[in-house]
């Protein structure tokens, strides 16, 4: 293919994650339009290789495990890659991999290829100690200076990038973020769901068993609001599993709480469910409400991230609740059942999540960004578009 980009991704593994998934889905569209896509992974060895998509996987072998010191091992294998070979463009799935960049500018110097993060994460963090926030903000400053492109996944959120890193506005683009095939799309909207019961409402949440998510937060909040006939169901595998099934147990509703484990598609539960529920403390748009949206699912939220309004349109698609607030979260559960929303106004919302249009975007940003680096290499060597013209220029 006739300028075809040579595009390198960093990726930490292939075990669940919402960033990771989205990068090989990018990756896989922008194989299929004949860009030379490298898959550079951390961890080897992983058990979710054989599901994913079948791009160019390159790894370094490790006789020890890599997971508790991922970010250093990640530098060693990206570094490793880029010096034997070429790249146009290195691309950065996630807020988590803004150090794996940062450390190719050191190491590489002007050597080291152009570089776009997409910002996956709030930038805005309460729930940081003041301190920690002090250095954060030093951090993102950097970042603005680092990066070629800063991605954000919706208008506010991109405000908010340029508020935080100082970067140029010419510096940050706007792509959505790319949740949903046109495929799926479809199917989710062809998706019909079980009537609910008056007496029982089927919650549904999907999400990494982490802190961030704050799953502690909403089972309080569910045996505070649940009634006998009510259950929850919890998508997602992580280090919190066990603290989660301990306090379901202590809250007395370990029977009406099923904890799903990692699934490679939440379809058929969101087929089941009635309601869809976020309690997480920051996101930056969290694709599983892209997806409840899509199922015409309404959804209960806490305002976990500038995009969240977005989403639910002040209340057409769903209810937002504050961050951390067990009793609104509670109260909003109770609000949820009856909540009648547009479904077909949240699948137009979800229609805007379309990974095919977002790789095209992301093709088009990185072709602009190969173009400016080549553009500087150029006038560094006194070979600018001006002086081809010169008559000296002409005799060589």
């Not at 029982?200 to 999400?207: I, W």
Request: glycine share 8%.
């Amino acid at each position: 293919m006739k300028d075809a980009l040579r595009i390198v991704v960093p990726i930490h593994s292939l075990d669940p994650g919402g960033v990771e998934r989205v990068a090989l889905g990018l990756a896989a569209q922008w194989q299929q339009a004949g860009h030379a896509v490298t898959i550079v992974l951390g961890r080897s060895g992983c058990s979710h290789l054989a599901s994913a998509p079948a791009l160019d996987y390159w790894q370094i072998p490790s006789r020890v495990p890599t997971a508790s010191w991922e970010t250093p091992w990640m530098v060693h294998c990206l570094y490793s890659y880029l010096i034997a070979h070429h790249a146009d463009v290195v691309f950065l799935p996630g807020n988590t991999y803004a150090v794996v960049g940062a450390a190719m500018k050191l190491l590489l110097g002007d050597h080291a290829p152009p570089m776009t993060l997409k910002v996956s994460n709030a930038l805005h963090r309460p729930d940081m100690p003041a301190f920690v926030r002090r250095g954060y903000g030093i951090w993102l400053r950097a970042q603005g200076r680092l990066f070629d492109r800063l991605v954000g996944l919706s208008e506010p959120m991109a405000r908010e990038i340029r508020e935080t890193t100082g970067a140029e506005a010419a510096r940050v683009d706007v792509i959505a973020n790319p949740i949903l095939t046109r495929a799926r799309l479809r199917a989710l909207a062809r998706s019909e769901r079980r009537p609910g019961s008056v007496w029982g409402t089927r919650y549904l949440t999907a999400g990494r068993l982490v802190p961030q998510k704050n799953h502690t937060m909403l089972l309080r909040a569910f045996a505070h609001a649940a009634r006998p006939s009510d259950s929850l169901t919890i998508a997602g595998e992580g280090p919190e599993r066990g603290a989660i099934e301990r306090l379901a147990a202590e809250l007395g509703i370990a029977d009406r709480v099923r904890l799903a484990g990692h699934l490679a598609s939440i379809d058929p539960l969101m087929a089941e469910a009635d309601a869809f529920v976020l309690s997480s403390d920051y996101e930056g748009l969290p694709g599983v409400i892209v997806e409840a949206l899509a199922a015409g699912l309404p959804v209960l939220s806490t305002d976990c991230c500038v995009s969240m309004d977005c989403l639910v349109e002040g209340g057409r698609t769903g209810l937002l609740v504050p961050r951390g607030d067990e009793q609104a979260f509670a109260d909003g559960l109770a609000r949820i059942r009856d909540f009648a929303g547009d479904p077909q106004r949240a699948r137009d919302i979800a229609a805007r999540y379309e990974v095919e249009e977002a790789a095209r975007r992301y093709l088009d940003m990185m072709a602009q960004v190969r173009r400016e680096r080549e553009n500087q290499r150029r006038h560094r060597l006194g070979l600018s578009a001006w002086a081809t013209h010169s008559p000296w220029q002409r005799s060589l």
